[in-house]
């Protein structure tokens, strides 16, 4: 299985919606986060239950649990690339509005990939 490509969503101000978010989580959530990211890209369509599952409408979840709380990252294919909307703590189901805002972002990316694509800049040593 050929590994997928994963994109992280930037809005049109030029922020990463899910790095301002992972920014101010723990670093024990942030790791767990960085490894769910990481088996999207290994597994692709094929991730299932339980690190990840279809919301609707084509927006699927990661799911990531530490100390009884229900984090979740929202993503979004486009061809072969997943691209990630955004996360969130989550307390019964995620909400509507979540679901709402990462398909706006799924049509704003379609429309224009490359002014959604979060560019990492490396650091030179």
Same mark, same amino acid.
């Given at each position: 299985?050929?590994?997928?490509?994963?994109?992280?969503?930037?809005?049109?101000?030029?922020?990463?919606?899910?790095?301002?978010?992972?920014?101010?989580?723990? @670093?024990?959530?942030?790791?767990?986060?960085?490894?769910?990211?990481?088996?999207?890209?290994? $597994?692709?369509?094929?991730?299932?239950?339980?690190?990840?599952?279809?919301?609707?409408?084509?927006?699927?979840?990661?799911?990531?649990?530490?100390? @009884?709380?229900? !984090?979740?990252?929202? !993503?979004?294919?486009?061809?072969? $690339?997943?691209?990630? @909307?955004?996360?969130?703590?989550?307390?019964?189901?995620?909400?509507?509005?979540?679901?709402?805002?990462?398909?706006?972002?799924?049509?704003?990316?379609?429309?224009?990939?490359?002014?959604?694509?979060?560019?990492?800049?490396?650091?030179? @040593?």
């Amino acid at each position: 299985m050929p590994r997928t490509t994963v994109i992280i969503f930037m809005d049109t101000n030029g922020t990463a919606p899910l790095l301002k978010w992972l920014d101010v989580q723990s @670093s024990k959530v942030q790791d767990k986060c960085i490894v769910k990211i990481e088996r999207l890209g290994e $597994m692709g369509y094929e991730l299932r239950r339980p690190e990840a599952d279809l919301l609707r409408d084509g927006i699927y979840e990661l799911r990531v649990a530490h100390r @009884s709380i229900q !984090y979740r990252i929202l !993503y979004f294919f486009c061809e072969n $690339m997943a691209i990630i @909307s955004h996360g969130l703590k989550k307390e019964s189901e995620v909400p509507d509005k979540d679901i709402e805002l990462a398909l706006k972002r799924l049509e704003m990316f379609k429309l224009n990939p490359q002014r959604h694509t979060y560019e990492h800049e490396e650091e030179i @040593s």
